[in-house]
Nanobody
Framework: VQLQASGGGLVQTGGSLRLSCAAS????????MGWFRQVPWKEREFVAA????????YYADSVKGRFTISRDNAKNTVYLQMVSLKPEDTAIYYC???????????????WGQGTLVTVSS
């Protein structure tokens, strides 16, 4: 499975962005999907996950209530809607595919290239 993340950019504190991750080369609907983020001096951090059907979602406490993960299996795409952004949300955001369902990066089999989100104060 190949994953292509997009939608990052520069936004002011309190602003919104929607990230997209398009999948190709596999059966998208058979994978759960996750979003992770990373800054250079920290380990990759779990952000959100969604089950293969979209019926189950899970969020890191730091983004709960502000971020929403969703998917469109007909379009082979997973989204991350981010609102009320804070400077500490600044990171490279990665999408990933998992044949199970988890919140740890080692559980994910395929990774996109990342898209940079910068939140200015």
């Amino acid at each position: 499975v190949q994953l292509q993340a997009s939608g990052g950019g520069l936004v002011q504190t309190g602003g919104s962005l929607r990230l997209s991750c398009a999948a190709s080369g596999g059966t998208f609907s058979s994978y759960s999907m996750g979003w992770f983020r990373q800054v250079p001096w920290k380990e990759r951090e779990f952000v959100a996950a969604i089950s293969w059907s979209g019926g189950s979602t899970y969020y890191a406490d730091s983004v709960k209530g502000r971020f929403t993960i969703s998917r469109d299996n007909a379009k082979n795409t997973v989204y991350l809607q981010m609102v009320s952004l804070k400077p500490e949300d600044t990171a490279i955001y990665y999408c990933a595919a998992n044949q199970g369902y988890g919140i740890h990066s080692y559980e994910y089999d395929y990774w996109g290239q990342g898209t940079l989100v910068t939140v200015s104060s």
